[in-house]
């Protein structure tokens, strides 16, 4: 269960704003990454704070609620599609955590980090499992969660053959048997393998392998 000795610690430490930073979405096959920044306020208690993952939807709807009206601040955001497949699913959310912590509006002098490192200056601690160890880290899992699937509800009423607001994007066998029928719509992500293969469309996988001497001239014959 997570706990408030993190954010008690660096508060010992001089820090005064603490935001717990987390994702939602990295392991779907379709849709953007979302990520939530959160800075709860230690007068506020929040009971129930949990991993998004362990808890039911609807209890994730009310602690969500919860957490908007008693953080001192908080905010959401999300790399789409493209840039996942632009840069990769871990740089693309950190992309989303970035923009997150950004939207913050420098509230925040240190971040809680579920694993990973944010490219901000700020001081930041990455925790492995961080959003079943810091109430800030899974206040954030929550809001990334909420946020997330409430996208993907509404996606299903565009792509309703993919039953988007019951697997969330996720590799299920419905969601696969989906793909296999009906292929990748443009939101998936084709830099994922289950996409990618199911794709009727020739899908970019880099430059061919040319002869060392000729690369250049046979790429760019205009050089």
Not at 34 to 58: C, N, T, Y
Not at 139 to 144: D, R, T, V, Y
Request: charged share 25%; net charge neutral.
């Amino acid at each position: 269960m997570p706990t408030s000795r993190h954010e008690r610690a660096l508060r010992q430490a001089g820090f005064g704003a603490i935001a717990g930073v987390d994702e939602a979405g990295r392991g779907a096959l379709f849709g953007p990454v979302f990520a939530a920044a959160v800075v709860l306020d230690p007068e506020q208690q929040i009971r129930g704070l949990d991993d998004s993952k362990l808890l039911e939807p609807e209890r994730r709807e009310v602690l969500a609620g919860r957490i908007r009206e008693r953080a001192r601040a908080w905010a959401v955001c999300a790399a789409d599609a493209f840039e996942i497949d632009r840069w990769n699913i871990l740089e693309a959310s950190r992309l989303a955590m970035r923009r997150a912590v950004e939207r913050l509006d420098g509230r925040c002098d240190h971040l809680l980090v579920d694993a990973i490192r944010v490219n901000v200056t700020l001081p930041q601690t990455p925790l492995i499992h961080g959003d079943a160890r810091s109430f800030s880290i899974a206040a954030a899992s929550i809001l990334a969660k909420v946020a997330r699937d409430r996208a993907l509800v509404a996606w299903s009423e565009v792509f309703p053959e993919y039953g988007l607001d019951s697997n969330k994007g996720y590799g299920t066998p419905d969601h696969l048997a989906a793909l296999d029928q009906f292929g990748p719509t443009s939101l998936h992500r084709y830099s994922f393998a289950p996409v990618r293969e199911r794709s009727r469309r020739e899908v970019w996988t880099g430059y061919p392998q040319l002869r060392q001497e000729s690369r250049q001239g046979e790429l760019f014959a205009c050089l």
